[in-house]
Structure formats: C-alpha cells, structure tokens
Nanobody
C-alpha cells in the first residue's frame, strides 16, 4: 500500500531553517506530482508548494515564495521542502501529498495520498 512519511519538523527560532523530507513507498514515485500543505491551529489546511513528477515544474504560495524550495529525488522516492528565513506564522503541521499522473495542483482534493504530518514550530 502507499505510504508517505514526513520527517524533519521541529522547533526553530525565527530566521532559522528546517528541511522537511517525505519518503514515499508503494507507488511509482516519478509518476506522481507531490505537494506540501500546512495546517495551523484553528485554520484550514493550505497549499504551500508542489512539484511535478519529473521535478521540472514547481509552484509556491506567495507567502513562502523566495524562502522555501521544493525538490525531489526520484531515485530515493523522496520529496523535500527546504524552509529558510522562517517566521512565526509558518508554524503549522506540514503534510506531504501525492497526486497520480505526474502533474500537481494547488487544491488538496486533487491529491490521492497523504502523510501523517510533521509539526513545525517557529518561535519569535
């Protein structure tokens, strides 16, 4: 069965960096677009970044553009989210998601599989 396992979350001071990883199994990884979403306390889950199956196309929400970088290693079945210049408003549970077909979307309903999430807390 398909599994997505996130790691790399934690507590960091404002201005710091974290790299999230999402290891996938049970699927042909390069055939899936991958997305990162986040959910802050009391808020709806929101799109953060996404990457196509080949890695040739990426997209970011405006609030993280220029600070976060999504990448993937299809040989390792892993997608990454490098987060720099972190702000307290980046505090959330971060989820990775997989969408069959290789393309990506910014809408969570478009994704087929989800990880369990990893907590990112940014202190001021």
């Amino acid at each position: 069965q398909v599994q997505l396992v996130e790691s790399g979350g934690g507590l960091v001071q404002a201005g710091g960096s974290l790299r999230l990883s999402c290891a996938a199994s049970g699927l042909t990884f390069s055939s899936y677009g991958m997305g990162w979403f986040r959910q802050a306390p009391g808020k709806e889950r929101e799109f953060v970044a996404a990457i196509s199956g080949t890695g040739g196309s990426t997209s970011y929400t405006d609030s993280v553009n220029g600070r976060f970088t999504i990448s993937r290693d299809n040989a390792k079945n892993t997608v990454y989210l490098q987060m720099n210049s972190l702000k307290p408003e980046d505090t959330a549970v971060y989820y990775c998601a997989a969408r069959s077909g290789g393309s990506y979307r910014k809408y969570e309903y478009a994704y087929d599989y989800w990880g369990q999430g990893t907590q990112v807390t940014v202190s001021s």
